[in-house]
């Protein structure tokens, strides 16, 4: 599985569009872009996932670019409860998910 | 419909006690797993099962075993347990061949003193 690059943290402030970057330069052909996100200390929930399209969901959509070595989580208009971890994940074709340290969201007021 | 869920939510053990972490699924999925996450870590995978009667290691298996016992219930157990296994565990699951949404239990704290 791809090795995935993201930023500790990030600030945004509420009712803006939050963009989360990730770099996954290693990723292979048949290898899924995911997103997950786990608040406070709860259970990690399912956010996204694409292959090479740009994705939309009813909780965020996934930019990923042509070459596919990055991809952008973009969540339209943050809220406190947006406040969380965000992992993004290269690989899983086995359904194996490799989660690394992700990063820390803080939604401001 | 509960999800996944786990027991017990919180264990303290001794140095050298064995326990079963449970976890069952009502969703009717195929595939479960079980992963720890230490402290401002993200989670490591220790097992998984990619359908009934199948097992297979993940990248942290040592100290631990599993038991795929039906469809719906996964185990995990420690043997002895060790002060190094003071983590949170979760248990996911998910359906087969295509689905990549993970679905995660609520987490056992677990401490070993």
């Known amino acids: 599985d791809a090795k995935t690059t993201q930023p500790p943290s990030m600030d945004c402030a509420e009712g803006r569009a939050a963009n989360l970057p990730c770099n996954h330069s290693t990723i292979s052909g048949n290898e899924y872009v995911y997103w997950y996100r786990q608040i406070h200390s709860q259970g990690p929930q399912y956010i996204i996932h694409?292959?090479?399209n740009n994705e939309t969901n009813e909780m965020a959509s996934l930019i990923i670019t042509e070459d596919r070595k990055s991809s952008t989580l973009i969540l339209p208009h943050a809220t406190l409860r947006d406040t969380a971890v965000y992992y993004c994940?290269?690989?899983?074709?086995?359904?194996?998910?490799?989660f690394g340290t992700g990063t820390l969201l803080a939604v401001q007021p | 419909n509960a999800g996944v869920t786990q027991t017990p939510k919180f264990q303290v053990l001794k140095t050298g006690q064995s326990m079963t972490l449970q976890c069952a699924q009502d969703?009717?999925?195929?595939?479960m797993y079980w992963y720890r996450q230490d402290p401002g870590m993200g989670l490591r995978l220790i097992y998984y099962?990619?359908?009934?009667?199948?097992?297979d290691k993940g990248e942290v298996p040592n100290g631990y075993n599993v038991s795929r016992l039906n469809k719906r219930e996964f185990s995990l157990r420690l043997e002895s347990a060790a002060p190094s296994q003071t983590s949170v565990y979760f248990c996911a699951s998910s359906e087969a061949g295509g689905t990549h949404e993970q679905y995660f239990g609520p987490g056992t704290r677990l401490t070993v003193t």
């Open positions: 694409g292959l090479k």
């Open positions: 994940i290269a690989g899983g074709a086995t359904n194996k998910l490799i």
């Open positions: 969703m009717n999925h195929n595939s």
């Open positions: 099962s990619a359908s009934e009667g199948t097992t």
